[in-house]
């Protein structure tokens, strides 16, 4: 005699149901949040996510499966998933656990912090990011599926993948494209600092300890370095409009306005804003701007960025 299970319309013989035939067959485990495509194969949602990052068909009869991926409507197989929660409920907490250990593990921001290996950022200043590449959509994806919406980013360094500086980005907004590509809208968070280099699932990590000043403490100093950084202040602004009008504009359009003056340049671990905005839209060397992103001293930045305003003032017609 078989015992029978009533479920959403259905009989299930209990004794028939074998665990085997409810894995998913990109992860061999027991199938997580179960998704069906239009050509009805089955998987874990996340599986299948990473499937259609590089290939927009079925993993299993390679059917094409650009519609569903242009949609992105990943909705969960409700009978299946009851099924799974009702009859193998010992196994379904096994595998939920195992979930909540990757996600927690995915959601360190100082350990295995994913690293996008692209460009300088900077504290407070905008960074938009076309992404395509498949390692860096799913990275992308485990940012916002975690909830922390950050990552590092790096430049390239040939002996090392990437620099050992950065600068953490947040992630504001997402626009995903039809065919899988994304436009992300980031802005600049903490510095930092590598400690160690990884590698998971084809992007590249990190150990990183986060940067801050050094403060200040004695007060004719910190009134020395106010007047420091007020006329580097005042000169920064007499070259930014003095700038001819296409480049003022195109500055304007990618990084917006220049800062207003702080009265309290102490106030971030990160310094006056101004700044980093200056290091960002000045022309120069990468290497050069990589090596002010990781002083601790504010005076000492200042000074670098004032060289390099007195330099391009001094040239004609700049």
């Known amino acids: 005699l078989f015992t029978f299970t009533y479920l959403n319309k259905y009989l299930f013989p209990e004794d028939l149901l074998d665990p085997n035939e409810l894995e998913c067959s990109l992860c061999m485990r027991l199938f997580y949040e179960p998704v069906t495509t239009p050509c009805g194969h089955t998987f874990c949602k996340k599986c299948l996510e990473r499937c259609l990052d590089h290939t927009p068909q079925c993993p299993l009869c390679k059917e094409s499966l650009k519609e569903y991926l242009a949609c992105r409507k990943y909705m969960v197989t409700t009978i299946l998933e009851t099924l799974i929660k009702q009859h193998l409920s010992q196994e379904y907490a096994e595998r939920t656990k195992t979930h909540m250990e990757e996600t927690r593990e995915l959601s360190d921001l100082t350990k ?165 905005w200056l290091l960002a839209v000045l022309p120069i060397d990468p290497r050069y701007q990589l090596s002010v992103l990781s002083m601790t001293s504010l005076k000492e930045r200042l000074v670098k960025i004032q060289h390099i305003l007195t330099y391009l003032q001094s040239i004609p017609n700049n």
């Not at 940067?211 to 920064?236: G, I, M, N, P, W």
């Open 112 to 276: 295995n912090v994913p690293i996008f290996v692209c460009t300088m950022a900077y504290p407070t200043v905008p960074c938009p990011l076309h992404v395509f590449e498949p390692r860096y959509r799913l990275m992308i994806r485990r940012c916002m599926d975690t909830g922390t919406r950050q990552f590092g980013m790096c430049i390239n360094d040939p002996q090392n993948s990437f620099s050992d500086y950065g600068c953490m980005l947040i992630i504001r907004s997402v626009h995903f494209l039809p065919d899988g590509r994304s436009v992300v809208d980031t802005i600049g968070g903490k510095r930092f600092r590598v400690l160690s280099r990884g590698m998971k699932d084809g992007y590249c990590t990190a150990d990183i300890e986060h940067l801050e000043d050094s403060r200040v403490e004695d007060t004719s100093e910190l009134e020395k370095l106010q007047e420091l950084h007020d006329e580097v202040y005042e000169q920064a602004r007499a070259w930014f409009q003095n700038l001819k009008i296409h480049f003022h504009n195109q500055i304007l359009q990618h990084f917006g306005p220049m800062p207003e003056r702080e009265d309290d340049i102490q106030a971030t671990p990160n310094g006056p804003a101004c700044c980093w």
